[in-house]
């Protein structure tokens, strides 16, 4: 089987405060790159897998730094687009115990968003692809965005290419309206839907019963109805939720559940991390691109959800958006338990 792999979305400057530090109060960005769909390229990269990023980046040194971060990291570049005037930018304030992390965006009229669908030769770029993966961010981009999006998923279906699409919803970019209008018709594409709870209800109508995501709680039966009626609804081969446990900005449970058979009594439920943030953004990320990598390379659905929510239990102890760490590095965490004992 085809290890390439094809995300499509924004990459965008990261600038966030160093040691905790508050806007107000710092006198300087740690500087890196990050967004959904690039992150989930570079963490496959890391799996070994053959992953290929496309975007439109402007033609000048910033552009070119943030194609030289994915270049690091093994990501191929050879189909991003150069063009347009600017990067898109986000400043992240990292929180810590009962201070929530702040996100700031600086993205209006980016490159990505001017994109034309002619742009790019979908044709060529899936060619021997085995998966296709995009957010429900980057149609948050604007209808150029949304026209190339389609473009993609058209071609993918045409060449029996695997779709996920991590639904992402973005309240700073789109309203609820405005995400279903455009997300619910795309979704016909999709084989492979992750989500939270949040993200099904923004982006396509459906909120699961008996759920809180202010409370520390959960109640998995709201959470497994809802991944059987989201798998019905549309059509879905696999539907994976994350869960999230929200003690505080600096501790957080992290576990997953999955649905993929037609008559399905009980989710595949994955074990559970007791988390000690260091960076959370990102963890939905990699825990996408462990989904992927786990339904290409395992045997069962079971030990590709296990993968999962461990590869993004390590991302969240991480600085930056790219989860830096191997395959085998994910499968000790599944065989330890997560105990995090010093290897020496």
């Not at 570049?77 to 992240?92: A, H, K, S």
């Amino acid at each position: 089987m085809s290890n390439k792999i094809v995300t499509f979305g924004e990459i965008m400057l990261r600038l966030s405060t160093p040691n905790f530090e508050r806007f107000v109060q710092s006198q300087s960005f740690d500087v890196t790159y990050g967004g959904g769909e690039a992150n989930v390229a570079a963490s496959l990269s890391n799996f070994g897998m053959e992953s290929y990023f496309v975007t439109k980046l402007p033609k000048h040194e910033i552009g070119q730094s943030a194609v030289n971060h994915l270049r690091r990291y093994g990501v191929k570049t050879d189909f991003i687009v150069r063009g347009g005037e600017r990067i898109g930018i986000y400043f992240l304030e990292t929180g810590a115990s009962q201070r929530a992390s702040k996100v700031i965006y600086d993205r209006s009229n980016s490159s990505i968003s001017q994109i034309q669908h002619t742009e790019i030769d979908w044709e060529k770029v899936l060619e021997g692809a085995a998966w296709f993966h995009f957010t429900g961010i980057t149609p948050a981009l604007g209808k150029n965005a949304q026209e190339c999006l389609f473009a993609a998923c058209k071609k993918a279906k045409e060449k029996s290419v695997k779709i996920s699409c991590d639904l992402n919803f973005r309240a700073k970019l789109w309203t609820e309206k405005e995400a279903q209008a455009v997300m619910i018709p795309m979704m016909e594409y999709v084989d492979v839907c992750i989500a939270n709870e949040e993200d099904a209800e923004k982006s396509l109508g459906m909120k699961p019963h008996n759920t809180d995501i202010h409370k520390a709680e959960l109640d998995e039966s709201g959470y497994f109805e809802l991944a059987k009626s989201l798998k019905s609804k549309f059509n879905f081969e696999t539907v994976a939720i994350t869960l999230r446990e929200s003690f505080s900005a600096s501790r957080n449970g992290w576990s997953a559940l999955l649905v993929d058979s037609k008559d399905c009594i009980e989710p595949y439920r994955s074990a559970r991390y007791d988390i000690q943030i260091v960076d959370r953004v990102g963890g939905g990320d990699a825990f996408a691109s462990g989904l992927i990598y786990g339904l290409l390379t395992k045997s069962n659905s079971k030990d590709a959800l296990e993968f999962a929510v461990a590869a993004s239990c390590l991302k969240q102890t991480i600085p930056g958006d790219f989860n830096h760490v191997s395959s085998d590095e994910v499968e000790k965490i599944i065989k330890s338990g997560g105990s995090g004992r010093v290897e020496r």
